[in-house]
């Protein structure tokens, strides 16, 4: 498991989608809808941004998945 955590991009992104989710949902509990809205929004982009990388990238190493992410390559 250690291995996945340094080769991958998106176990990276977790405590930014966490965070997304409880701002999400303390929206949602106090009827402010679009920035939930948002916030979810947010998520799905960072999951599927860093999961493509991930996908298309396999065989660069970390640091070359990085830049690509970052949109240096």
């Known amino acids: 498991m250690a291995g996945f955590w340094k080769k991958y991009l998106l176990p990276r992104h977790f405590d930014d989608i966490v965070e997304a ?4 949902q303390l929206a949602v ?3 402010a809808l679009n920035p939930a809205r948002r916030e979810l929004r947010y998520m799905l982009e960072v999951a599927v941004n860093v999961a493509y990388v991930d996908e ?3 065989k660069d190493s970390f640091d070359e998945r990085v830049a690509f992410y970052r949109g240096k390559k």
Request: aromatic share 0%; net charge neutral; hydrophobic share 50%.
């Open 21 to 24: 989710a409880l701002t999400a």
């Open 29 to 31: 509990e106090n009827g």
């Open 56 to 58: 298309i990238r396999a």
